[in-house]
């Protein structure tokens, strides 16, 4: 079965400042997705960003960017020039393949930010 | 504006009672899902339907059901046999975009259930 984990419980970041979360998984697949998801003190989840394993790029939204290491099985968030507004809970998730039909999330338990004014 | 709701907000049970949490989407989404949400444990699965009429149990399926009579609908049955189920529940849905299936789950705004 894949697990996700996440090895940062908390973290915190001045404000304008550069903060990254580190997320690891254990797969034996080869095709599988991988996201990120913010969930603010409201505990609605925000999809931050998305990254296919089969590309070799990593993805950027913005101030939020990837760094997918396909053969560590890491997918670090960085979070640029942070804001008050990125203080959340973000959670690192894990698909299965194109070829799995609609199948679950598999979450890690999550790094809750702070944001320091 | 599409959506998934889910109601209610918050919930109460009392020992020994089923309580029903209701999924509702308008998305039109072949997959829904259920999670549940503890302190420092992240989102664990419950149930997920993939189609109507169809679904599978997640790794902690205990002590809970589901149905899927319609696309529309996926609610979930807290039973007595539910020891702990104080927690965040949350329900997703999916479905397959142009460029396969990297679309993200789009999710309800959650029920906290609560034991009386």
């Known amino acids: 079965a894949q697990t996700v984990t996440q090895s940062q419980p908390e973290m915190s970041v001045q404000e304008a400042e550069t903060v990254t979360l580190s997320c690891t998984y254990d797969?034996?697949?080869?095709?599988?997705?991988l996201f990120w998801y913010k969930q603010p003190p409201s505990r609605q989840m925000i999809l931050v960003i998305r990254?296919?394993?089969?590309?070799?790029q990593n993805a950027t939204e913005n101030r939020f960017s990837v760094n997918f290491q396909k053969a560590a099985k890491s997918f670090s968030l960085k979070i640029s020039d942070s804001q008050l507004g990125d203080a959340a809970m973000y959670f690192c998730?894990?698909?299965?393949?194109?070829?799995?039909?609609?199948?679950?999330?598999?979450f890690g338990k999550g790094t809750r930010l702070s944001v320091i004014a | 504006d599409g959506g998934i709701t889910q109601s209610p907000k918050y919930l109460f049970r009392k020992e020994g009672q089923n309580v029903t949490l209701s999924c509702e989407q308008n998305?039109?989404?072949?997959?829904m899902y259920w999670y549940r949400q503890d302190p420092g444990q992240g989102l664990r699965l419950i149930y997920y339907?993939?189609?109507?009429?169809?679904?599978q149990k997640g790794d902690i399926a205990e002590g809970y059901s589901v149905s899927r009579e319609k696309k529309e609908s996926f609610p979930l049955t807290v039973t007595s046999a539910q020891k702990n189920p104080t927690a965040f529940y949350l329900c997703?849905?999916?479905?397959?975009?142009?460029?396969?299936?990297?679309?993200?789950?789009?999710f309800g705004d959650g029920t906290r259930l609560s034991i009386l």
């Open positions: 997703a849905s999916s479905q397959p975009g142009p460029k396969g299936w990297n679309q993200p789950q789009h």
């Open positions: 990254q296919e394993a089969y590309k070799q």
């Open positions: 797969t034996s697949e080869s095709d599988y997705y």
């Open positions: 998305l039109n989404h072949d997959a």
């Open positions: 339907s993939q189609i109507v009429n169809d679904f």
């Open positions: 998730a894990y698909r299965r393949s194109r070829n799995s039909g609609n199948t679950p999330l598999v």
